[in-house]
């Protein structure tokens, strides 16, 4: 019955070596997007994509990058990860079009880097 | 700017009492929407509940209720007779008509509640 999965829920990479994190959906929502939440913090918008538009936010570090290659699946690719990159991650998904569509979550991958 | 501030980071309450948690926020729009979501310990973050800035009657979801109040810009959340399966971390939330596009949300810090039995 689960509608957003992340995968992996904990993953570990070392500095500079490229990880992909991934979501999937079940529910064919048209928008997908991506949080960064560090501890205590409020959950960071990076980029969410619109079916296949991608919008990305001004102050998303060109480090992080997305693809969406077909409703059901996102991912986000962090290219040379830093120590400051550690973070839970978050996958929501929300239908399009109406403002108080609520958000999907799934349970977030938590990114350590060594 | 857009902003949303949670001022309690942390809070305990006894369970069956009530609590109240609060949250600000700066817009100058005058139609949008406030959610407060629930992010249990490792678990999914969730809806609780939402407010529609254009209606004067506050939300109410069972044991959860807002209470809002445009003129100052407040939204808080009582949680009545509190359980332990409201221990989580909660999360206020904006959200306002974009210039084009999609929709995007604003976070406060979020509050972590602790149920004590």
């Known amino acids: 019955d689960a509608m957003v999965i992340q995968n992996p829920r904990y993953q570990v990479t070392q500095f500079g070596k490229p990880v992909t994190l991934s979501c999937s959906q079940t529910l064919n929502h048209n928008v997908m997007y991506w949080y960064q939440q560090k501890s205590s913090q409020a959950p960071k918008l990076l980029f969410h994509y619109y079916d296949k538009d991608f919008n990305n936010e001004a102050d998303t570090p060109d480090n992080f990058q997305s693809r969406r290659p077909n409703t059901s699946f996102c991912f986000l690719d962090i290219r040379s990860p830093g120590l400051g990159d550690a973070a839970m991650y978050l996958c929501?998904?929300?239908?399009?079009?109406?403002?108080?569509?609520?958000?999907?979550f799934g349970s977030g991958t938590q990114l350590s880097v060594l | 700017a857009q902003t949303v501030t949670q001022s309690q980071p942390e809070m305990s309450v006894q369970e069956a009492e009530t609590v109240t948690l609060s949250c600000t926020y700066d817009?100058?729009?005058?139609?949008?929407?406030l959610f407060w979501y629930k992010q249990p310990p490792s678990r999914q973050m969730i809806l609780v509940i939402r407010q529609e800035a254009y209606k004067q009657q506050n939300a109410t979801e069972n044991r959860f209720s807002v209470n809002f109040q445009k003129a100052a810009k407040s939204f808080s959340l009582k949680i009545s007779d509190s359980q332990l399966g409201d221990t989580a971390m909660y999360f206020c939330a904006f959200i306002f008509p974009p210039l084009g596009g999609t929709y995007k949300y604003i976070f406060g810090t979020g509050t972590r509640l602790k149920v004590l039995a």
């Open positions: 929501a998904t929300s239908r399009a079009g109406a403002a108080n569509e609520k958000l999907f």
């Open positions: 817009t100058s729009e005058n139609n949008y929407y």
